[in-house]
């Protein structure tokens, strides 16, 4: 009975169970590396796989922290730079024109 007793005493000492996005630590650091990493071609998955950021505290700090979705932003339109860049890199058969076209 007492093995029994210690264990739920170890539940309740360990407090209220944290979702996954309360267990990552906000850090206004992320900003900067999110926006980093963008800039590299990185995808919003790969970006969060990179800082280990759960997709629900990925949600969560976007909603909460307009600094980071802000950050967020400016990654994407990072990433797809540089993936039209590397495109025009990779595709240099094609005459320079088409190759530099925008697509805004």
Known sequence: MAKK???VDAKVSAGPKL???ERCKWDQAYCVKVEELGAEG????????????SASAWRAW???HPEFAEAVEQAADLAEAWWIDWAGRVCSWAPTSRRRRSFI
């Not at 990185?42 to 950021?53: Q, V």
């Open 19 to 21: 979702s996954k996005a």
């Open 42 to 53: 990185k995808s919003a998955p790969e970006i969060r796989r990179e800082l280990s950021i």
């Open 5 to 7: 007793q210690k264990s």
């Open 62 to 64: 976007v909603k909460k």
